[in-house]
Each structure stands twice: as C-alpha cells, then as structure tokens.
C-alpha cells in the first residue's frame, strides 16, 4: 500500500466533467428520460457486466470487449465467477437476455428504455470514448409488432431533440427492402449485395467518384455495368418532400416485390409520423440508409444536427426482425433507437453550446454573519427545503465579501443576509445576485419572499 | 461466434430488477437525489474504472478488485491500457483523486452527491451484492470545514428518510475523540486501543459477555483488568436524551483533553442538528460507533430502521482529517455519508414494503379499436404528451378485451376508447380503471378531460 505521492490520473478515454458540466450533462439525461416515460417506456436496468458467452454470442468484437478478473487471484471460485463475466459494449445485447430470461415475466409489446454507461475496449478516435452513455429505447413484441410503432420514433426523436434545444435537425428515414429490392431488381449478385451496401453506408464520407469507383469494383462479373451504376446513382439520388419521393420511387421502374412493400411500408410510417405531428422538415427520406447490416430488416432512422454535420448521426436505429433468436425459441421483433449522448455532449461542451454557468443545483445561499444567531439560519435553511427550495448555508468563518465571492462563482439566484442589525429585529435580507437588488424582510416572511423572487427571476 | 442456444443467464451478486421493481428503485433514487440537491449538493460522475495504482493506494482489498483486461489481447497498446484499470469499489477513493486531480477548478468546501454503482470482486453473502448502488455525499473543505457542516448530515438523512417513507428510523451519532479520549483516560496502552475499539464496533453482532471476553483478553497486560473492564462496560451502556447523555458523558470522571474536546464538538453538532428541525427521537447519542478504523477522526453516524434491525445501518458515515494525503500535498478535511441502496431496495422489495403495482410509467393507455381512426388516436397521444402527461398507443391488432387485460396487467390509470361510433361525432370515452367509471368527452376536450381526471385519482 503506497502511502503517498500516487498521480491522481483518471483514465484516458473515459470522460468525467467538472460540476457545473455534470449538471448540465444530469439536465440532457432528465430530458431524454423523461421524454421516454412520456411515451409510456418503461426502466430498465441490467448489471454493467454479462457473461461473456453472452456478449459473444450476439457478434461482439472480442477486441473491444473488456473481460474481468480479480486484481490479486485466489485460486477459488471468486476467480473462477470473474473470469466468466465482461462489461456490456451495448445494451442491446443486455436487452435480448433478458427479454429472454424474464419473458414470462414481462407483458407485450414490451416498451423499454436503458439509459446506462457502455464499454468499448479500443482506442477512441476523435470524439469517441472507451466508456460513454448510451440511452436506448426499444419496443419488442411476440412474433409480430404493428408497423404504427416505427412511426412513433421519429416522434419521440422529434419531441425529444426539440426539448434538448441544440439546434436544427433532421430525422432520415427509410425502410431496408426498399434498397435491397432495388438491387434485386437491377438482378445483382446476392452474393454482392452486402458489399454494395457497405459501400452505400458510407455515402457520405466518399467522394461521390470514389463511391462510384467503389461500386464499380464490386459489379465488375455483371454486364452493362455502367448502365447499372448510373441507375444505382440516380436511385441514391432521389429527394424532395415526401409526396415527390413517393411518386419518384414509384414511377422509377423498379419491379420487384420486396421493394414494393418496403415504399408501401414506408409510406404507413410517413402517415403516422405526421399524425403525430412531426413537422414535415424535420423529416427526409433517404434511401441510402444502411445501417446495422445484419441487424435491420425494415424501418431505419437517423439525425443529423444541422449544425453538427461532422457529428454524423446523433440518434439511429431501426426495425429488426428476431431480437433474441440466440437465446429463446421464440421471435421476438421490435423496433428502437439510440442516442450516444456522451459523444454528442462533449462536442456541444467544446462548442460551448451548452450553459455551464452553475456550479451549484440549489438557488439560495444563506450567508453567515454572526455565529451566536446560528439557529436562525439554520432554520432558515429548513424553512426552503421543506418549501422545496434548494438552500444552501455558509459554515466557513470567511468575512462576508468572500461568502458573497463563493456565491458568485456557483452561481446561486440569491443571498439571504442577516447580521445583527436585521436579526435582532426579526428581519432578514434577500439579495438578488444578478440585479444586485436587496429586499429587507421579516423573518417569519422569508420562504413567501425567496418565493417570489425565485419566479421574479426566471 | 455461436449462434443459437446460449442460456440467457445474469451473473449472481448483480441484481436486476423487473420493470415495475425498478420503476420502484428508480423513484427512490430520485428522491434520494431530489434530496441531496435541495440541500445544494452538486452531481459528480466519475468513470466505472480507475487506474489501479490509485485503488490500491487507498487501501482497497486487492481480492475484491475487479481488474480489466481485453478479452482477446492484441498484444499492443490497448492491452497495456486495459491492463492498468480496474472498477472502482466505492466513491470514496474516486472522490479523493477526483479533488487531487481537479484541484484547482473546484470551489470549496466543496460539496458533491454521487449516486453510481460499486463492484466488489468477492462471493456476495446474504442480501449483499458484487454489483451495487452507492448514494454517497461529502463536503470537503480547504485546511478546515466547519464542525456546523457535520449537523447537516444527520438533517439530510432525516428528511431524506421521512420522504423514503420505508418506516421509524433512528440516526445514532458520536464523536470518534469521545471514546479515544476515555481509553486514554482509562490508561489502556495505545497499541491495543485499535484491537479494542474493532471489538466494541461488533458490540451489536456479539453477546455482551462475548464482547467483555475478548476485551479482557486485549487487555490482559494491565492491571485491574476487571475494573477497567466494567468502566467501559459502563461507558458503552450510557443512553438518555442528549442532556442526560451529556451529564452523564462530563460526569462519568474522564480527564482527558481528546474526550472533553470530542463531548463539546459532539454538543454543537447536537444542537445544530436540533436547530435543523430533527425531532429528538430520530436522534441518539451513541459513543460506541467506531467505524472505518483508520479513516474516521471525529463525528460518526449510523442509521437503523426500527421494523429491520437486522439489516444493520442503512446510511453511515462521519468526519475525516485528509481525504486525498496520497494524492496531493493539501489538507482537505471532510465529512460525508453513504447510503447502500441495492442492498436496502431489495430487502424492502423482498419483504414487499415496496409498491410495484404499476409497470408502465405513463398514466393513459390510448386504446385502438379501429385502424381507420389511426390518425385521431395518434393526435390524441401527441395532444396529451404535448400537455405533460405520459401515453401508450396499443397499436397491436387485438381485440378490445385483450387492450384491457394489458392495460390492467400493467397498471394505467386511463385508457382513453373511441370507435366508429363515437369518433364518427368527434366524442371519445375516457374510462376510470381502478373505478370502471367511463366518461365521454368531445374529442377537442379530451387533454382537459384527462388531467381532471388523472387529479380526482390521486
């Protein structure tokens, strides 16, 4: 046990902010949960570790997976337990085993959300992070899942985004059969259509002739390639409001009929998501979404910040088929999304996009002017809390302009100061911090007062 | 990659809890936050991980550490990093190299909740956990921190507590120089005051002629061993309100500095205490809590339940002299307590004091009778989360009766029906689920509708 002069390092790519970045960090998770709960999701927690046949068994790279053992082994069965167990690098891995293990216990369809911590065990690029947030809602149901509920995500991506207030966006939509069909059409390879799409996935970090180069490569047993390429092309680049888009995809003479249910499935899922009240330019479909290769079979999403391109997508998702097919004889379809928020906070952070002005959650700072009326704002100080106002009281025998330095610096809305002068009298003074306005008012007064300024100053 | 039959199992000691549990786990801990806010306490989240250096130097059991290593090693860089981490088994040593780390950029006292999970790498015994909730809050202060802050503590577990509303508590407080300075006083060799004050810390898991057993053999090399002896047996037993307590503590013929020290900082601590509102009978003197041995130097707390004594204290804590001497070359004195949720909800869920009626966290269920009307249902659901109240959609196509058993099953408070008939005049039902009472409502009255109703259930 080293006693002294350890380097008090935290961990280089596991995140941890100062306190005025974790409050605002606490405002961005209560908003995105609270939104979750508004759309009747239920909490869902599972432990930061799974067994590791577990993760494996749903494609985790074993490379990024962070395995367990005893610092200092015992040769018992504590290591033999830690050797079996490895951090969660997702939480839809830890949501498949348990909609599996509890699945009579839960009643479908089964609206969850996970807002919990992943681990990653690789170098983090830029932005990226080895351990970060992720906040996850899916809707699984028993063998099937009424295609309304895809409709309903791009609502809550909606609601919720417009809440987190960090600028415009737009949510990109698409069903997979609709792109997969496409190429049955042009009578592409199978066997080829994983690495078209692939390359399709990465649209927007090519070159548009790079892309096409890409594609080229992969076509080059078919003939009349370049008539092909250039359909592909034209196909990708279908835009314009949701009617235009309709219309192109149907007039753009594709015959093949997963195709045709995918525009048909899409355009239920359009329906809804302006039922619901999404704004038409929050919405764009985008052909061109992959995603998830093995994962998604229908519906996809994602958003993008207008303000953040390089951010890429900040919320994304999809329907899939079989969520837990490795773990129950029983098919399980559903649909979600997932935000990595601490990706996306840290960047706001560095843009400073987000206020930090407060380092402190409570409002009220009650000064300490005198020790012999200690009881008074101590009592003062119960007086808020149970009025349900945050309160603060300075112990520290610091000379009053310090008290009112401390105050400044965290940020509190106002200052209750009462030396002998006032309290001898049964009166007290409420500062207001940022008007510098001072209020003297009877003691027995003061949680109406503190209250009404409170709202005076929002 | 395996692709199917792997056995959905969790790992023992890591809890998890079904959806209407953890709806309940989850407003404990924001109540406990809620609480650790309006006393002004500011969020601090620190990694899962820390470097390992930094654990052990704190004096962390090596065998209960969980160290990390890449599951598949790729024999670079990233192995050595994965090899230098381990979890965290408490907040108090992240804390420590948090304030070390982050000196300069905190204002102190500085005073900070943290709500996260702790692993510990040993076999978990009966209702305890490898994996578990700590609720933690500290104020460090710069050189000094006022004894006054030592009051808060006791008022915060009060409230905090009253608002838990899990049954009659009592918060026990001492003072750690009350009993250092009395076996001072009793002459007791130094050497053997640590082995003596770990027996009295088991006073309560022995038989008191057990504890008087192993006292006498501790102090086998004095003299008049059996004087002593009942000395301490009689000091242990002082019990009254704090006015006899403290008669009976300056009365009780101890000369020694260190004891009357630790009787005056204890008063003050009382009084301020009282001053905060704590009724008396929450409150007991109780001058044979030792805890943590090396760490603790001045005031101590315990809490126990009254209906479950067998739990042990549910909150503890007290006064340190250093929170970081192995990380930084500064004084930082402290005073903080520590709640260990997981352990106190599951025993409160296994003796059913939890209430895990609901396992939905929206109030209203939006039934769907008939898919024509897909777009009024969703415009309802939009209209009543636009007003803050929390809505499902049952999109399913099941008949009425099965949209009920699942709004029964998972505890709605409303489900709001329209078909044909009523949508067709711009009418929809509201129906009271706990009283079967069902009322219909134009449909452009339904948000009004809904939170009349929703306030008449509560």
């Known amino acids: ?114 807002i919990q911590k992943v681990w990653r065990g690789e170098r983090p690029q830029a932005g990226r992070f080895r351990e970060f947030y992720q906040c996850d809602i899916d809707v699984v149901g028993e063998e099937s899942l009424n295609l309304m509920t895809d409709a309903e995500l791009p609502s809550i991506i909606y609601t919720l985004f417009t809440k987190l207030n960090i600028g415009e966006f737009v949510i990109h939509i698409s069903n997979r059969k609709i792109l997969s069909g496409f190429l049955r059409s042009l009578l592409i390879d199978e066997n080829v259509h994983a690495d078209i799409l692939r390359i399709i996935d ?66 239920k899922v359009i329906e809804g998501v302006l039922s619901l009240g999404v704004p038409e330019k929050n919405i764009a479909i985008n052909v061109a979404i992959v995603r998830g290769l093995e994962y998604y079979t229908g519906t996809v999403y994602e958003t993008f910040l ?22 129950i004889e029983r098919k399980l379809p559903g649909v ?5 928020l601490s990706r996306l906070f840290s960047r706001l952070l560095q843009e400073q996009k987000v206020n930090i002005e407060k380092s402190t959650t409570a409002p009220v700072l009650i000064t300490v002017l005198d020790d012999a009326y200690m009881h008074t704002y101590l009592q003062v100080a119960s007086a808020l809390r149970a009025a349900g106002i945050g309160a603060e009281v300075y112990f520290e025998p610091k000379k009053f302009i310090k008290q009112m330095r401390y105050a400044h610096k965290k940020g509190f809305t106002l200052a209750i100061i009462g ?26 007064k003061i949680v109406d007062s503190v209250i009404s300024q409170l709202h005076a100053t929002q």
């Open 1 to 114: 046990m080293n006693e002294k002069n350890v380097l008090p390092q935290s961990v280089s790519g596991f995140p941890e902010w100062l306190p005025q970045e974790k409050i605002a960090e606490n405002k961005m998770l209560d908003t995105i949960r609270h939104e979750y709960e508004l759309y009747g999701f239920v909490p869902l927690e599972t432990p930061a570790v799974e067994r590791q046949n577990v993760l494996i068994s749903k494609g985790g790279d074993e490379k990024e997976i962070y395995a367990l053992h005893r610092l200092v082994a015992q040769n018992d069965s504590e290591d033999k337990t830690a050797s079996e167990m490895a951090l969660h690098f997702d939480l839809t891995v830890p949501l498949a085993r348990y909609v599996a293990q509890h699945y009579a216990s839960l009643t479908f369809p089964f609206r969850r959300y996970q």
């Open 202 to 267: 990465k649209k927007d970090k090519l070159a548009p002739e790079d892309m096409l180069q890409y594609l080229r490569e992969s076509l080059q047993d078919m003939q009349d390639v370049e008539k092909v390429l250039s359909e592909i092309n034209e196909f990708l680049s279908i835009t314009g409001n949701h009617t235009e888009v309709f219309y192109k995809l149907r007039n753009f003479g594709v015959s093949n009929e997963l195709f045709a249910t995918g525009v048909n499935e899409l355009e």
């Open 306 to 327: 207008a303000d953040h391109p390089t951010l890429g997508s900040i919320c994304s998702g999809g329907r899939y088929d079989n969520l837990a097919g490795n773990f």
């Open 336 to 340: 979600g999304i997932s935000i990595g």
């Open 419 to 444: 030396g002998e002068n006032e309290l001898s009298q049964d009166m007290i003074v409420v500062k207001n911090l940022q008007s510098g306005e001072q209020l003297t008012v009877s003691l027995d």
